[in-house]
Antibody, heavy 119, light 108 residues
């Protein structure tokens, strides 16, 4: 059974750093892309970027380039989304999702990680 | 702003048929996938590719496409279909992925 299990909710202050995780299981972790998707409160889905654990190929949406870092540790089949300096506007639910190579749909999703940034 | 445009809200009477549309120039060249999101839950893939459904999705969900418009059709809508539906595809360059703004479906 394919599963993506995300780390728990976080409450941070502006300026702090954060790294959230997404552990994949039940499939070959290195042969599927992992995507990160943001959903701000009451808003729609926004694609942030994708990472291919097989060769560390990384692609970002222009809206998020330079704002976050996507990475993974294939030895523990875990992907990460990282901020160096959080802003209040980063408050959102963040989902990881699996993307088959060469295709454009997300077939399995994590349960989401709620990040709250407040002073 | 999204390169894929969806109507913000649509309603349908219980048991009737409803169509939810997604417009964008890139849809002339790439498949559209559709996701269902209920309150407090992660999105779920409903339709992908030409007209494929994950095994857990009922066959009342189907898609069609014409020009720059893709449509998700629910034939015989049920109360449990009430949700926000998002379309997704590639952008015009083909290099990036993009979501539509979402359509809130109300089943009356």
């Amino acid at each position: 059974e394919v599963q993506l299990v995300q780390s728990g909710a976080e409450v941070k202050k502006p300026g702090e750093s954060l790294k959230i995780s997404c552990k994949g299981s039940g499939y070959s972790f290195t042969t599927y892309w992992i995507a990160w998707v943001r959903q701000m409160p009451g808003k729609g889905l926004e694609w942030m970027g994708i990472f291919y654990p097989g060769d560390s190929d990384t692609r970002y949406s222009p809206s998020f380039q330079g704002q976050v870092t996507i990475s993974a540790d294939k030895s523990i089949t875990t992907a990460y989304l990282q901020w160096n300096s959080l802003k209040a506007s980063d408050t959102a639910m963040y989902y990881c999702a699996r993307l088959p190579p060469g295709l454009e749909y997300f077939d399995f999703w994590g349960q989401g990680t709620l990040v709250t940034v407040s002073s | 702003s999204s390169e894929l445009t969806q109507d913000p809200a649509v309603s349908v009477a219980l048991g009737q048929t409803v169509r939810i549309t997604c417009q964008g120039d890139s849809l002339r060249n790439f498949y559209t996938s559709w996701y269902q999101q209920k309150p407090g839950q992660a999105p779920v893939l409903v339709i992908y590719g030409r007209n494929d459904r994950p095994s857990v999705i009922p066959d009342r969900f189907s898609v069609s496409s014409s020009g720059n418009t893709a449509s998700l059709t629910i034939t015989g809508a049920q109360a449990e279909d009430e949700a926000v539906y998002y379309c997704n595809s590639r952008d015009s360059s083909g290099n990036l992925l993009v979501f539509g703004g979402g359509t809130k479906l109300t089943v009356l």
